[in-house]
């Protein structure tokens, strides 16, 4: 179990992206990241706004939106700067090195120009690094591989998991993390692979699609990982209900920051 502080990371860690991300949990004292799944863009930039202050990253999925336009992305960033948080694009890439390299770069969404963190699956191999990273690494971008899912009956388990963080150990300019449901071991003192964790919630312990949810203490004191993510647990009841939503990231961010205070004081 890691005892060492997000401040004293973020100044060991060479990848710039996720020096960003440590300083900026460390300055807010938040390892709260929601994850904002609407498909309005009035919505999407009313809820980052309300959600901004508490959070450490807001996490996309750019491609829900149903009216999405380039503006979108300069609100996007004028809100990263306001409230100082990372950005995250959920792209979950998957194909070859040079799909994924045009996938990440153009289109309509020109993800690595905005997106300070993406991610991927594993699945295709480390040649998918490669392409991702010929992208993104000039731009001081950083990747996490998806090592494990929240979902009842995922395959990202056992033998793909341990290839998964083999591949990340090997690329570690470009890799910082995973998205995981636990911490992994590193192998020295000089390995930082961030944990970022989805399915977690306080109220409930899933939804009728398989998503399976933990509370912040489980994800954060007993399993290790390094940021909780939320969705439907801060923004679900209704989207427009501002003063529920700003009451719900508190409470996230609270739970997982006194998680984290726990698990350092150990
Ligand atoms: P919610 O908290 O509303 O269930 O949303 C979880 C978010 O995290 C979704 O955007 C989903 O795509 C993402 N996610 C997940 O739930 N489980 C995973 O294993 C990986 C994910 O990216």
Redo the contacts with the bound molecule.
């Keep these: 179990m890691s005892t060492k502080s997000y401040a004293e990371r973020a100044k060991a860690h060479k990848n710039s992206a996720a020096r960003l991300l440590l300083e900026t949990i460390a300055r807010k004292e938040s390892n709260l990241a929601v994850?904002v799944?609407v498909a309005s863009s009035v919505d999407f930039l009313a809820i980052v706004d309300v959600v901004g202050p508490f959070v450490c990253l807001v996490?996309t999925?750019i491609d829900i939106l149903e009216d999405f336009t380039p503006q979108v992305i300069s609100d996007l960033q004028a809100l990263s700067k306001k409230h100082d948080f990372v950005i995250f694009e959920?792209r979950?890439f998957a194909d070859i090195g040079n799909t994924v390299a045009l996938q990440y770069s153009s289109g309509v969404h020109k993800i690595a120009s905005w997106a300070h963190i993406t991610n991927a699956h594993p699945v295709p191999g480390p040649s998918i690094i490669a392409g991702l990273s010929s992208v993104g690494l000039p731009l001081g971008r950083g990747l996490l591989l998806?090592a494990e899912?929240?979902?009842k009956g995922s395959l990202a388990t056992g033998a793909y998991t341990d290839a998964a963080v083999q591949m990340a150990r090997a690329n570690q300019d470009f890799v910082i993390g995973f998205?995981a449901q636990r911490r992994m071991e590193p192998v020295n003192e000089d390995e930082d692979l961030l944990v970022l964790t989805?399915?977690?919630?306080l109220d409930v312990k899933g939804?009728a699609m398989g998503?399976q949810y933990r509370t912040p203490r489980e994800v954060v004191l007993e399993s290790g990982c390094d940021v909780i993510?939320?969705?439907?647990?801060i923004y679900?009841k209704d989207p427009k209900l501002v003063e529920d939503i700003r009451a719900q990231a508190k409470r996230y961010q609270d739970a997982g920051w006194a998680a984290y205070l726990e698990r350092i004081q150990a």
Excluded at 198 to 201: A, E, H, L, S, T
Excluded at 229 to 233: N, Q
């Design positions: 994850s799944d996490k999925h959920d979950k998806l899912m929240s979902t998205i989805p399915g977690v919630g939804d998503q993510i939320v969705g439907r647990g679900g």
